[in-house]
T-cell receptor
Framework: QQQVKQSPQSLIVQKGGISIINCAYE??????FPWYQQFPGKGPALLIA?????SEKKEGRFTISFNKSAKQFSLHIMDSQPGDSATYFC???????????FGTGTRLTIIP | KAGVTQTPRYLIKTRGQQVTLSCSPI?????VSWYQQTPGQGLQFLFE???????NKGNFPGRFSGRQFSNSRSEMNVSTLELGDSALYLC???????????????FGEGSRLTVL
């Protein structure tokens, strides 16, 4: 049973545009929602994370929007740049547990 | 500060063999987790060790095992390899104690295993 559903599978965005990736979760016990960025040949790296006590968190050009009632969260990348081209994974965990349940990933391509 | 180091980076095995992968966490990190990454299944949790004890385990068969040493270094072993075990095996460490959990995992670059 996939507990974190991520969409779209792939995304192409013009340079300077907004990239939006969505995730939905099923387990209401999840209380930590990170986004990881992975470049080819590298391991995933934490980009930004949110806990359910806030509805939005912004770090530079990256924003997480969180909707607890809908059990959804999304990543917005403003002013997308070619260097943002990577695979993005949403994830969730519960109770301070180190086990992360990952979404299936979104391959983002920023074109000039 | 050195990152998470995984060895070997690439290896090729044949069906039925076994393999051992090694992970050195970031200095001071006591939690080590292992994940399997495949194109079809994405990133799947294998197990997590903290202070030499397995704290969490994913839904993988008993052929997959691991351990952690007193210096927090960890190894994972896969016995009786199957073609479907071909994957990128990622190790992640975190600054985790029994009472405080930052929730952030730092991943290594992985060990790419090919089973022929």
């Amino acid at each position: 049973q996939q507990q974190v559903k991520q969409s779209p599978q792939s995304l192409i965005v013009q340079k300077g545009g907004i990239s939006i990736i969505n995730c939905a979760y099923e387990n209401t016990a999840f209380d930590y929602f990170p986004w990881y960025q992975q470049f080819p040949g590298k391991g995933p790296a934490l980009l930004i994370a949110i806990r359910p006590d806030v509805s939005e968190k912004k770090e530079g050009r990256f924003t997480i929007s969180f909707n607890k009632s809908a059990k959804q969260f999304s990543l917005h990348i403003m002013d997308s740049q070619p260097g943002d081209s990577a695979t993005y994974f949403c994830a969730a965990s519960k109770g301070g547990n180190e086990k992360l349940t990952f979404g299936t990933g979104t391959r983002l391509t920023i074109i000039p | 500060k050195a990152g998470v180091t995984q060895t070997p980076r690439y290896l090729i095995k044949t069906r039925g063999q076994q393999v051992t992968l090694s992970c050195s966490p970031i200095s001071g990190h006591r939690s080590v987790s292992w994940y399997q990454q495949t194109p079809g299944q994405g990133l799947q949790f294998l197990f997590e060790y903290f202070s030499e004890t397995q704290r969490n385990k994913g839904n993988f068969p008993g052929r997959f095992s691991g351990r952690q040493f007193s210096n927090s270094r960890s190894e994972m072993n896969v016995s009786t390899l199957e073609l479907g075990d071909s994957a990128l095996y990622l190790c992640a460490s975190s600054l985790s104690s029994t009472s405080v959990n930052t929730g952030e995992l730092f991943f290594g670059e992985g060990s790419r295993l090919t089973v022929l």
